[in-house]
């Protein structure tokens, strides 16, 4: 964020909470910062659930073991910049090390620059996870509970 964001996004947080009548969070954690802010709405505390999990962990192929997976929402701008991190910083350092590797980044509307690694949107992500090495989630930003690493561990894969 830029520095004016940095002063001006406590501000917006504080003018949106006053104006709400209820709130709900995912974890505790976040419950806790919201009421830090200040607020005299309710709070409520839904945890995610994962419905269906992967009846087995299954590894990577042989063929297929050397990829790294990007799983995101990139209407979420914390999403994007991961995946352009990833993409753009991280990823040359693995392939330098392991010039075989791969990295596919799953999600609609991938940001720019992203052409060579983007599947877009997939109907099933499970695919893509059983293909997987190891499972990136580079989140430099945002808050609240990870459900994609919550999946990959679900699915056996590292993190």
């Not at 501000?11 to 954690?29: K, N, P, S």
């Not at 505390?45 to 087995?56: A, G, K, N, Q």
């Not at 010039?99 to 991938?110: C, S």
Request: charged residues 25%.
């Amino acid at each position: 964020m830029s520095r004016a964001e940095r002063w001006a996004w406590p501000r917006f947080e504080r003018r949106m909470l006053a104006r709400a009548d209820a709130i709900v969070t995912f974890t505790a954690r976040d419950r806790d910062a919201v009421r830090a802010i200040g607020t005299q709405a309710p709070i409520t505390v839904i945890p995610f659930r994962l419905t269906d999990p992967p009846r087995s962990a299954e590894s990577a192929s042989a063929e297929t073991s050397r990829n790294v997976l990007f799983v995101g929402n990139f209407i979420h701008p914390p999403n994007a910049d991961a995946a352009r991190w990833l993409a753009h910083r991280i990823f040359p350092r693995v392939r330098s090390a392991v010039p075989e590797a791969t990295l596919t980044i799953v999600g609609d509307q991938p940001p720019d620059g992203l052409a060579p690694y983007s599947t877009g949107r997939v109907p099933d992500v499970a695919p893509y996870l059983r293909r997987a090495a190891v499972v990136a989630a580079p989140l430099r930003a945002g808050g609240g509970m990870r459900v994609k690493v919550l999946e990959a561990l679900l699915s056996g894969k590292a993190v």
